[in-house]
């Protein structure tokens, strides 16, 4: 069995240090120790952050503390817990050292993890903060696994000492630094590029084989466009992709200068995958690629204010991630299109997507997206089946707003991404906090006062601002249509298979299955007296036709009457219009005009 790791016996002069080792795989532990070269003489306080931005939800990181105690001199200090995420030391002569381990088995991007095969994790899920030592720098140094001693460390910390891509020591400038950069181990597969003189590195945890040339030539392209999209003054920093290839994965989380990436293994391009061909699953990597990296200035450096100095314990709240993660996501598949991985007709079948599911979501008339941004930490984070009733993504409801100001904009000779090149510039690059009314500011110096006012009330109102038109004078015909043509009977549910049962997911506000008294949770059996299933539901129904539906709601049999409609217009269809004035508009919008 492994053992704990021995205290350093000669430590570095830094006033605050860390070290870190994969201890106990098969029990997904880390071990960590915490040094503070002068503790508080009344006590030191240590806590663990509540949550990881990027990530709005209090996730309660130092439930995954096992065991903690405190040394100085080589005798026991003693430790009092105060609250959920906070001890207090005994006054002690001589440097203070806490010796912890973590629970690691969180496979997602914002936390920690730890196996066999790899080790990973954010900061805030296994550093404590020394209170009052918040601001001077942090030094880590993480030691190599004693099962797998041929293991590699990817992180964009910086090296104090340790080899490339090795074991040693790391440093932070402060305890903010320390959080913002990940730390993957294990034997994964490095990759390198370069983008208009800057490093990015691109590291891959998968065992299949996968064409890493190509990922890493489309990522250069994707982030060329982002670097030229905002200009001076330009970020000189490395950058990092941690990708982590799983079964079923999905998902990123942004930092400064790193993004971490959760993917499936079939979103990578295989090998035999011929140059000509961009499959939808690969589309999609690259798209979360696209919308992390472009986190680098929007949210990362164009800061809310909320997040200038967040409290790690509590909630932070804004009412800007519309703007924040919702115009991050009109750009995500945008450069896509603009780096040229995918072409015009691929784009907008993305865009219609976005767009199709804001206008499927009846909860966009119940909450405004300054709501739905100041509520991330209680509903988007939470959802439950009355989820697509009560509110809307600030994701895509925050793209549709995008996309309507970019048009707007252009109509007045400027452009959404004049908007972020001169928010970058006075704000982003001065590292200085972003509000609400420094935004409408800004859009009225580009598109005039009315426009401003324009974008307040859509974001605080609950109508979509059209789009028809706007997109008609770019190049593109809008159309909205019922699901598969308007053929299939609607009934306004959302259901799965449990046990042969259909099981209701979800109801949506006004239709049919509502109207009919059906609930999230009941388990539907027949119509008109015969069985049905998820794969003959459909063949029974018939529109404006009344049908007997008995269905089972917590184990009581129940019988209703069914009234299926047409399905709604609400898929949307995006048609370049021909001609030359339209080609011309249509790609100056989307920067096909090489």
Not at 159 to 176: D, E, L, M, S, T
Not at 186 to 204: I, K, P
Not at 281 to 302: A, M, Q, T
Not at 467 to 479: F, M, N, Y
Request: with cysteine; charged share 25%.
């Amino acid at each position: 069995m492994p053992k704990t790791m021995p205290l350093p016996t000669s430590p570095s002069l830094a006033a605050m240090r860390y070290t870190l080792k994969p201890l106990f795989p098969d029990a997904h532990l880390f071990e960590i120790t915490c040094r503070v070269s002068k503790p508080d003489a009344a006590g030191q306080r240590f806590s663990l952050p509540a949550w990881i931005p990027g990530s709005y939800l209090i996730r309660e990181f130092s439930r995954h503390i096992v065991r903690i105690r405190a040394e100085a001199a080589g005798k026991t200090v003693a430790l009092e817990k105060q609250d959920k995420a906070t001890w207090q030391a005994a006054p002690c002569e001589g440097a203070l050292t806490l010796i912890y381990q973590v629970y690691a088995a969180d496979v997602s991007a914002r936390g920690a993890y730890l196996d066999r095969q790899r080790a990973f994790f954010n900061a805030s899920s296994v550093f404590l903060r020394a209170h009052g030592w918040e601001d001077a720098p942090h030094e880590v140094e993480l030691l190599p696994p004693d099962f797998a001693p041929d293991w590699q460390a990817a992180t964009s910390l910086a090296r104090a000492g340790a080899a490339p891509w090795g074991f040693g020591a790391y440093q932070a400038k402060n305890y903010a630094d320390l959080l913002d950069h990940p730390v993957e181990m294990g034997r994964f597969t490095r990759m390198e590029f370069m983008v208009d003189g800057v490093a990015h590195h691109l590291v891959v945890t998968e065992n299949a084989a996968f064409q890493g040339e190509r990922l890493c030539r489309d990522l250069a392209r994707v982030c060329a466009e982002q670097m030229a999209l905002f200009g001076p003054p330009r970020l000189s920093e490395p950058y990092l992709f941690l990708l982590a290839a799983t079964d079923a994965g999905y998902g990123g989380l942004e930092h400064r200068n790193a993004s971490v990436l959760l993917a499936a293994h079939d979103d990578l391009p295989a090998p035999s995958l011929p140059e000509t061909e961009t499959p939808e699953n690969y589309v999609r990597l690259l798209g979360l690629c696209s919308h992390e990296y472009f986190h680098r200035w929007n949210v990362k450096r164009i800061r809310p204010a909320e997040f200038v100095a967040p409290d790690d314990q509590r909630e932070t709240y804004t009412r800007l991630l519309w703007f924040s993660e919702g115009f991050t996501a009109y750009y995500d598949d945008l450069e896509l299109v603009r780096a040229g991985v995918i072409d015009e007709k691929r784009y907008l079948g993305l865009l219609a997507k976005t767009l199709s599911q804001v206008k499927g979501t009846p909860g966009r008339a119940a909450q405004s997206l300054a709501e739905s941004s100041f509520d991330a930490w209680i509903k988007y984070y939470r959802p439950d089946e009355n989820s697509l009733n009560a509110g809307i993504s600030y994701y895509l409801k925050g793209a549709w707003i995008a996309l309507w100001l970019d048009l707007r904009l252009r109509r007045k000779a400027a452009s959404l991404d004049g908007l972020m090149r001169r928010l970058w510039r006075d704000y982003g690059s001065r590292d200085k906090g972003l509000t609400e009314a420094d935004i409408y500011a800004a859009v009225a110096l580009l598109g005039g006062k009315a426009l401003a006012r324009a974008l307040k009330t859509a974001v605080e109102g609950t109508r979509d601002p059209p789009l028809k038109r706007l997109l008609a004078q770019t190049g593109v015909k809008l159309d909205w249509q019922a699901e598969n043509g308007g053929k299939v009977p609607w009934l306004g549910l959302r259901h799965t298979s449990s046990e042969g049962r259909l099981c209701i997911r979800a109801v949506l506000s006004g239709s049919p299955a509502e109207q009919a008294g059906l609930a999230a949770g009941d388990a539907l059996l027949a119509l008109a007296g015969r069985e049905i299933t998820a794969q003959n539901l459909e063949s029974r129904l018939v529109v404006d036709t009344p049908v007997e539906c008995h269905y089972f709601r917590r184990g009581q049999l129940c019988v209703t009457t069914l009234t299926p409609c047409s399905p709604p217009a609400n898929t949307a269809l995006l048609t370049p219009l021909s001609g030359k004035t339209a080609r011309e508009r249509r790609q100056e919008w989307l920067g096909t005009k090489r």
